[in-house]
């Protein structure tokens, strides 16, 4: 970390701001290492387990964002998704007007996104389902503002994955994207009981925003002590 990091010492949990929260993926991780939570999304998300505003999520960042310890923002990855561009889909591409709404806030931030998005991103952390023992890899890239998140060792891909939507054969892992099918089956690898496909299809596993989240507090605690 290149600043301190102040945080609530008033002995509750510390607070996290989880814009473009759609069904809350990456809120779960981050209430298990340890955060109150607030959701953010332009859409109504009836199954989102914890405090939800209904709100355009940069605006929310840039006029609430200050009040948050630290600041978590999946834009949507629409724009960047190789599916979208062979289907001749069009979407916004707000990585950069959420990095500015963020930057403005003065708080230590996370935005992740996809694959395509990493020639935007600023020296992104990739994450995979392999580092946390999942039946899955997803790969999602995490951009870092006033903090430094080191990843865990990526182990090598040795199980084959089958094929993008597709039904996963014996052996294999599964690709959770699309109109895939065996919801239940998804809704176990990536440890998000209440999702339904749609959200599975777009969310962050918990187990990655825990890393974060563990990782952001232990980074905050060193800073203190030192």
Not at 35 to 57: L, M
Request: glycine letters at 10%; aromatic letters at 8%.
């Amino acid at each position: 970390m290149t600043h301190p990091i102040p945080i609530r010492r008033d002995g509750r949990r510390p607070s996290l701001l989880d814009a473009f929260c759609c069904q809350g993926g990456a809120a779960a991780g981050y209430a298990a290492a340890g955060f109150d939570v607030v959701g953010v999304d332009i859409s109504p998300q009836p199954r989102y387990p914890y405090r939800f505003i209904q709100a355009e999520a940069v605006a929310f960042i840039r006029e609430h964002g200050a009040r948050f310890d630290l600041i978590h923002a999946s834009p949507p990855c629409q724009h960047d998704s190789a599916c979208q561009r062979i289907q001749g889909n069009t979407h916004p591409d707000l990585i950069a007007p959420t990095r500015a709404a963020l930057e403005s806030t003065g708080r230590p931030w996370v935005i992740e996104n996809v694959a395509g998005a990493v020639p935007k991103l600023r020296e992104p952390v990739m994450l995979c389902g392999t580092q946390f023992r999942l039946e899955t890899y997803r790969h999602r890239y995490f951009e870092t503002g006033g903090w430094i998140l080191t990843p865990p060792e990526h182990p090598a891909h040795v199980v084959p994955q089958a094929k993008m939507g597709r039904p996963i054969p014996p052996g294999h892992y599964g690709q959770f994207v699309g109109n895939f099918s065996g919801v239940a089956h998804a809704r176990h690898v990536m440890g998000v009981p209440w999702m339904n496909r749609d959200g599975i299809r777009e969310c962050i596993p918990p187990a990655y925003t825990r890393h974060i989240g563990e990782a952001f507090l232990a980074a905050v605690r060193t800073e203190v002590a030192a």
